[in-house]
């Protein structure tokens, strides 16, 4: 191969009845070799001056013959002109009349065909093929030749004499006495051809046979003669030894298998140096005829027959004893199946193909074979529950962080054409889900946040460039406030979009573009809002990258495949800092606990940080998770888009994670990471995430940056420290939770503590105008279906803000911030009424800083609705254009306009 045959490679586990000779296929237990920690037990290394094996002793080099290393053999003179020294002074008087006599017998027939008789050295090298191996030397693949043949190269002093010699006593037994033809053989030829009256036997030697593989030529007598010529001049340029050598590492084997190495590892599973006796000398009978004595063929009763004429020529040459050949006789051989042959990771090998590392020679990479068949029995495993919720298709890869060395990547269930299982899942772009929102936070976090900022989780409308936009959580609820913590824990998507709001999307986008997550040419008004949760399409390899620079403080590489792929460019994306905070989050199984509850397939005895996915209709499930050693991600799902049958990430994809994490961890719980010096802990009142006020009872501990600690005390707690008095800003939120269920122990800060006084139906002054707030929608007889916004409307239009006046008439535009917007509608909305229906409403939401006790609506500069807490009221549509204002007592506001068609 280029100067690197194809050398053993199987990694031989110590055996106590075997000691390091263990069967080259087979399923022993999982043992991880970690990355970087110990060298594989047997080591290809190519180079033009040869192949070095190393391991179990060996670590010399043994040159290729007439290839990159001397020319002739030690000992031998190079003749001009010649290859390696062949003149016909070098051939005995004996050896010379032989020739002689061959020329004069096949002279009349050879005259036309005999040609110029050359044979060059680089002859004598087998054309490459590829071999894919794991990190250990276990074959994943071969690639054929250009003679779609494979082959493995064993030195000759490797072969075993049993090998040896019974292709010695089946193909040539005076191998070692002529001198590259046989006279003998060649008179009882000619008798048995002039008895035919057609060739039938052609008495070839072994060294005969080597220049006819490497020249291969129509069954003539001139090519007999030619044949001949060039075997004296194969036996001139190598020892016998060396002739055998390329014999055995070239004999056709059938089913595309060339030499004896091969051979052996595929039709009895072990390397040619275990072979039995009687093995040997099945497949010393194979070459006689591949096609018909194929071992793998229904009836092979003519192979047996040849074995034992193989067995019973080496008993006759004295090669095997008469208890060996007993022995052998009785032998019972067992055959590999013929599916055998290595077709290991096959993503992984097609991946790497299609990338370019299909190059003749041996590709070893990073893969641990033991670990890839036990991620593929429990890929298979799950099969029938993932069936059974509508998800076809699962892929699974695993990073080794230290080193970024892909251990295991499985594509799809089954490399099968069943549910499109050729596709390889792991390089599929899919939505992302919310698997993005660690970066979200991470990003918030480099720019000042905290842990314990809070978010409001309540219902909010955004105005994009495709139009109103309106998130909700999974699960459809509103969670009010929450930290960051519990927002990330619990994948809040109305949370998400307000820190994004927040921070803007351009900082998020361009994270997300150094993480190569993002198609060029796509600008953060294409992703929106929405690029945290869904609006982006990654592969598993990209998001396992990711959460594999979480494990690595922040520094960002790329998977490696190959052991000789040199490390990438590094980047630090985000600070040891961040990175160790996102990774204590996503390890803490109560911040999930919100929505996921205690879910046994994401709670571990030990730290794994982890965050699922789900995209719309159910489409993919993710999950990507990882401990310090390992970067685990998963997909579920359907290659065609179908939607699952309400498979989550969690529900679909965890079960698997938790296989493989257990798996990975087996042996050695992962490692604890080490906490930067820069982070520190401080306490915190678990409602507000401020600094603990003397009133507080739920205090817990939290992480922040050395100088980020909150100064500001809580005052969501007054001296009864039972109720949670929350600012105005939550008074929708806590009106629904009240009117829907309880609102528990949270209040509003300013009112009483009887909500049943705060939300009071009496707050119009005119019942005719307006449609008050908390009167039931049914009973006013106003429709549910809000009119849909079908126009865009530029994001640049403002809110205008009232400023104190004494009139409604007396509005002016100023940009100061106000202690009252208005959230719904937005500025500029056009809205379509539908015709048939004049009972179209949509409601006006507004949102106070201050504890007021109303908010005056005026529709076109006309009192509609006095609202108290939560400020809100329904509206009818009428077509034109219209200004809606929400003033408060002290005369400030805001207002928009809106048109209706």
Known sequence: MSGKHNKEFISKAPSPSRGDNAPAF??????????????????????????????????????????????????????????????????SGCKLAGVLLCIMLFFPFSLCDAKEVSFEKEALVLPDNTIFLDRNGKPLRFIPDEKWERHIWISGRDIPDIVRNAFIAVEDERFYEHSGFDLKAIFRAMKDNIFQ???????????????????????????KVTEIFRSLRLESSLSKDEILEHYLNRVPMGNNI??????????????????SVAEAALLASIPKAPGRLDPFSKDNSRLMERKELVLRKMLYQGHISEEEFNEAENYKIILTNKDSFPFNASHLVEMLIKRGYKLPGVVHTTIDLNLQQEIEKILLSQRERLAFRGASQAAVLVVHNPTMEVLASAGSISYSDKYSGFINGTTALRSAGSTIKPLLYAQALEEGYTVSSLLEDTLRKYRTPLGNYSPDNYDRKEYGPVTMRVALGSSLNISAI???????????????????????????????????????????EQLVAVYAMLANQGVFRKPRYTVDDLDGPSEQIFSPETSFIISDILSDASARMLTFGNSPNMTFPFRVSLKTGTSTKYRDGWIVGYTPEYTVGVWIGNFDGRPTAKLSGASGAAPIFKDIIYLLHENSPPSLQKMPENVVTSNVCGISGKKPGEYCHYVTAELFIKGTEPVDTCDFHDNDGYFHELPTSYAGWLYDKKRKVSAGAYRLRGFPKNLDEVFSDDMSDSG???????SDRESQGISSDVAKNTVKTPVSQKHLTIGSVNSIDEIKTTLDNNSISIIYPLPGDRFVKDRRSDMQAIQLESLSLKPVDYVDWYIDGKHYARTGPPYNTFWKLKKGAHNIAAVLPDKTGDSVDIIVE
């Open 498 to 540: 307000k820190m994004i709001d927040s921070i803007q999307v351009e900082p998020v986008y361009q994270t997300l573009r150094r993480l190569e997550l993002l198609k060029p040419g796509k600008g953060p008004e294409h992703y929106g809002l929405g690029i945290v949760i869904g609006n982006v399409e990654v592969s598993l």
């Open 768 to 774: 005719d105008i307006g449609i008050r707030v908390n």
């Open 26 to 91: 087979g399923t022993p237990s999982l043992k991880i070799t970690p990355p970087g920690s110990a060298s594989p037990p047997l080591k290809i290394r190519g180079g033009k001056g040869g192949v070095m094996i190393s391991g179990r002793g060996k670590g010399e080099l043994i040159s290729h013959p007439l290839r990159g290393g001397p020319a002739c053999p030690v000992g031998r003179d190079e003749g001009e002109g010649d290859v390696c020294g062949f003149t016909i002074e070098n051939i």
């Open 197 to 223: 009256g057609r060739i039938v036997s052609g008495a070839s030697t072994i060294s005969q046979q080597v220049v006819r593989l490497i020249y291969p030529h129509k069954r003539t007598l001139g090519g």
């Open 258 to 275: 060339t030499g004896v190495e091969l051979a052996s590892r595929i039709y009895f599973g072990k390397p040619a140096s275990d072979l």
